[in-house]
């Protein structure tokens, strides 16, 4: 996973950016045709060019999630401190799966 960050430092947009240079020689194009999709992990960089039209660009993010797992050890997730120092935010408090509050 490469290093990223809120756009603009603004967490209230919902989008992250690369901290560092991409190596675009490793990009793969996915031409779509009007009106196409792609489908692809939460964690895939991607990309695409400007709206040059007058109509609106729609997406639809949809997620799925597994059982969580809990670790002995926290993961580190810089990107979730960095969420929490802009927003004011306090370390987690308990989570929620299934549904279902669960305190740590």
């Given at each position: 996973m490469l290093p990223h960050?809120?756009?603009d430092g603004d967490v209230a947009l919902h989008v992250l950016e690369v901290s560092e240079v991409v190596d675009e020689s490793q990009a793969v194009a996915c031409?779509?045709?009007a009106g196409g999709a792609?489908?692809?992990h939460s964690r895939t960089l991607h990309h695409t060019a400007m709206n040059?039209?007058?109509e609106a660009r729609l997406a639809f993010p949809v997620e799925f999630e597994v059982r969580p797992t809990f670790r002995e050890?926290?993961?580190v997730r810089p990107?979730?401190?960095e969420?929490?120092?802009l927003t004011g935010a306090g370390p987690p408090t308990g989570h929620v799966?299934?549904?279902r509050p669960y305190q740590l």
């Open positions: 960050h809120a756009k031409p779509l045709p792609t489908f692809h040059a039209t007058d050890t926290p993961a990107w979730v401190d969420w929490r120092a799966a299934d549904g």
